[in-house]
């Protein structure tokens, strides 16, 4: 089983719609979770971090279940520019050591 | 400017070529580490180091190795290709200061083809 399990999609929305994506985790000690986005062939780029109490930014909410060891992102209004893959980000070691498990992503296609 | 750069960005090379990716930041970070990146496997850890004394490997970190030659660059070396080293590698920084976050800043990539 891997680490950090995400469905690959692709996810095809239309503009406008409300879209979810969730993440599991094997690891019960995982400390940290992000959600990173990445355009094609570009670098990863942080979009939020996850915490425990869950935490919104504009159109985007993230939560985090420990007892059911899974993250998610909602995305609401759907736009075009949020065409692109999600990868969920775990620490499962305290964050001195700086390591990262990297899900393998989630594809995202609004269209209009 | 670009707060960390690859060189180079595209690179084809062949079987048993000896190949150094170069990795620059100018975000004034400790914490640097080397990714690939293959399809349907996510990113993965290659290696990594917190100063420029540090190094350590990774996941994946057979068939390469690193040089920490400043705080500032961290290069990537494969020493002799093979043709499963084809990947989109990602360099990446990290803060490790007192309001780390663990936010890591990627590279714009090198692709790398080895034939």
């Known amino acids: 089983r891997k680490e950090v399990e995400q469905d690959p999609g692709p996810f095809n929305v239309p503009e406008g719609a409300t879209v979810a994506f969730n993440c599991t985790y094997s690891?019960?000690?995982?400390?940290?979770f992000f959600w990173y986005r990445q355009d094609c062939r570009k670098e990863p780029k942080l979009l939020m971090s996850?915490?425990?109490s869950g935490n919104e930014d504009g159109r985007f909410t993230a939560q985090l279940n420990r007892a059911s060891q899974y993250i998610s992102l909602l995305i609401r209004d759907s736009k075009l520019s949020d065409s692109a893959t999600y990868l969920c980000?775990?620490?499962?070691?305290?964050?001195?050591?700086?390591?990262?498990?990297f899900g393998q992503g989630t594809t995202l296609q609004v269209k209009p | 400017d670009a707060d960390v750069t690859q060189t180079p960005r595209n690179r084809i090379t062949k079987t048993g070529k000896r190949i150094m990716l170069e990795c620059s930041q100018t975000?004034?970070?400790?914490?640097m580490y080397w990714y690939r990146q293959d399809p349907g496997l996510g990113l993965r850890l290659i290696y990594y180091?917190?100063?420029?004394?540090?190094?350590n490997k990774g996941e994946i970190s057979d068939g390469y190795s690193v040089s920490r030659q400043a705080q500032a660059k961290f290069s990537l070396s494969l020493e002799s290709a093979i043709p499963n080293q084809t990947a989109l590698y990602f360099c990446?920084?990290?803060?490790?200061?007192?309001?780390?976050?663990?936010?890591?800043?990627f590279g714009p990539g090198t692709r790398l083809t080895v034939l």
């Open positions: 990446a920084t990290s803060d490790a200061g007192p309001t780390n976050t663990d936010t890591q800043y």
């Open positions: 690891n019960s000690a995982s400390q940290s």
């Open positions: 996850v915490y425990s």
């Open positions: 980000v775990v620490i499962q070691i305290p964050s001195n050591t700086g390591k990262l498990i």
């Open positions: 975000k004034g970070h400790d914490r």
């Open positions: 180091s917190f100063d420029v004394k540090d190094i």
